[in-house]
């Protein structure tokens, strides 16, 4: 059985290279836009690993991460960011919430690839 990313991603072009790739490596997704939805979404699909777009427009990614950590049957499920936030001091407030990497976007297929693998190859 393939193992399961989630990809929380509101803007379509990243949604779709993000699906891609990961599709590309051979693992099954789930996606969705909305921040908000994305609890109750991780909740029935139980993935392996999330990608999480930090900036969105509902909800901060960062308060999706902590929400992850916080529910039982998700908390040990890592996190990968993916975000704009570049400026000195944004990597270690987005690992504060509880993310286990963090990539800047444009994000590097080759890195995005090997963190996934990474996460799921891994266990």
Not at 13 to 19: A, H, Q, V
Not at 35 to 64: F, K, T, Y
Not at 78 to 96: C, L, S, W
Request: overall charge negative; aromatic content about 6%; hydrophobic content about 45%.
């Amino acid at each position: 059985m393939a193992k399961k990313v989630m990809i929380i991603e509101d803007n379509p072009l990243n949604m779709r290279l993000f699906n891609d790739l990961v599709r590309s490596a051979g693992y099954e997704t789930v996606t969705t836009d909305n921040g908000l939805d994305a609890l109750d979404i991780a909740r029935d699909a139980q993935p392996d690993l999330v990608i999480l777009d930090v900036q969105l427009p509902e909800v901060s990614g960062l308060d999706v991460a902590r929400w992850f950590k916080a529910e039982d049957s998700l908390k040990d499920v890592p996190i990968i960011a993916v975000t704009a936030f570049a400026m000195k001091g944004d990597e270690e407030r987005v690992r504060a919430s509880g993310v286990q990497d963090y990539m800047s976007k444009p994000i590097a297929v080759a890195d995005f690839l090997k963190a996934v693998k990474g996460f799921l190859e891994n266990d």
